[in-house]
């Protein structure tokens, strides 16, 4: 962990605000029947949400998700460690993307392989 302490706040700040506008967002959306806890309590799978509703959740989850990662990367001070490749991920990195879990060069693989030949082909293969 190379951050220092007022990084780590800054970082831990950002997740903050993060936090409360996912949390604001699924309020709107859910006002009863979401229950935001940290373990995998899915309750909405039998409901009848429209693929709209749905599609919403399930995009605030994944982001809920990659934050309650993300703080809990931070409480262990490896938030600056790539969860790939274990290199340090630029603070500015972090500050630009709290939730980054992932240097620029693993976040680019993957986006390689998510987008298929859409960037530019790697030398690897
Ligand atoms: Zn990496």
């Known amino acids: 962990m190379s951050l220092n302490s007022a990084q780590q706040n800054s970082l831990k700040e950002k997740l903050d605000g993060l936090k409360q ?16 806890q940290s373990g995998e ?5 039998n409901d009848a949400l429209n693929a709209d ?12 998700q990659a934050l309650q990662r993300a703080q809990a990367r ?6 600056d460690i790539c969860s790939e490749c ?8 972090l500050e630009a993307e709290p ?3 992932r240097c620029i060069d ?8 998510d987008h298929r030949l859409h960037l530019h082909p790697h030398s690897s293969m």
């Not at 604001?24 to 979401?34: C, D, F, K, V």
């Not at 509703?53 to 809920?64: P, S």
């Not at 931070?74 to 938030?79: H, K, P, R, S």
């Open 86 to 93: 274990g290199s340090a991920i630029p603070f500015a990195r």
């Open 41 to 45: 309590g899915d309750r909405l799978t």
């Open 74 to 79: 931070l409480n262990e001070n490896v938030a």
């Open 99 to 101: 939730t980054a879990e």
């Open 53 to 64: 509703e749905m599609a919403q959740y399930l995009h605030h989850h994944a982001e809920w």
């Open 21 to 36: 506008s996912i949390q604001e967002e699924l309020r709107q959306h859910n006002p009863e029947s979401l229950q935001i």
């Open 106 to 113: 693993c976040q680019s693989k993957l986006e390689a392989n």
